[in-house]
């Protein structure tokens, strides 16, 4: 199968999945993991510091900071989950072995933020199912099927990333968008648009250099 196609098989596939419900809770959870951490990571790194991470079963989520940058903690959420996306995927199509690394490298990442940030039964409870997919997905996943099954896992982020935002149109003026339209002079509605925008960019970015997979 062409790699271009395949890519756009995942992401419709990525699209259905993230409308069935329960069945696509893991997927959904580690995209508002990468969201929530994303707001973190971007406080640390602007002089601040993370104080907790709470996600919900609905798929929304919260990471409370002190100090950093406002406008740049707030808008690392939807655009760190969309470049998180795009290292599993990119790293997934290089080689079988960087992709197992990835899957270390985010379980260890869902495991240290748990022990430090989680404060929640909620939270540690998705966390764990997080971790756990990761975990089994190594272990028992052979061949090229872990590759794949991580190339999905970046796209679902993705495509998860670029749908997200459009639930903050819906007249609350409550939520990242309301944040940065409060602290800028764009309205809300532009940030939506960058937000979904570069998570659709960033897919469309990705189908145009597809290449075959390096062997390992």
């Known amino acids: 199968m062409k790699t271009q196609h395949q890519f756009i098989l995942f992401a419709i596939g990525a699209f259905i999945l993230s409308n069935i419900p329960i069945v696509h ?19 640390v790194l602007s002089g601040g510091s993370i104080e907790r991470i709470v996600l919900h079963f609905n798929g929304s989520g919260l990471c409370y900071t002190k100090g950093g940058w406002q406008p740049l903690v707030t808008f690392a959420g939807y655009t760190g989950a969309v470049a998180w996306g795009a290292i599993i995927y990119i790293g997934a199509r290089a080689r079988e072995t ?42 028992y996943v052979i061949g090229d099927i872990f590759p794949r099954f991580m190339e999905f896992a970046g796209i679902y982020v993705m495509v998860s990333a670029a749908q997200a935002p459009l639930d903050l149109i819906d007249g609350r003026h409550y939520g990242d968008g309301a944040t940065l339209a409060n602290v800028t002079w764009l309205p809300e509605i532009i940030w939506v648009l960058i937000w979904s925008g570069i998570a659709i960019g960033s897919m469309v970015l990705l189908w145009r250099q597809q290449k075959a997979p390096v062997t390992p």
């Not at 809770?25 to 406080?43: D, K, Q, R």
């Not at 197992?100 to 540690?124: E, F, Q």
């Open 98 to 139: 960087i992709s197992r690394w990835l899957a270390v490298v985010v379980l260890g990442m869902i495991l240290i933020s748990g022990i430090l940030y989680a404060r929640d039964i909620i939270t540690i409870l998705i966390m764990f199912v997080i971790s756990g997919t990761l975990y089994l997905s190594f272990r």
């Open 25 to 43: 809770w893991p997927f959904s959870w580690l995209e508002t993991y990468f969201h929530e951490i994303s707001h973190g990571l971007a406080a």
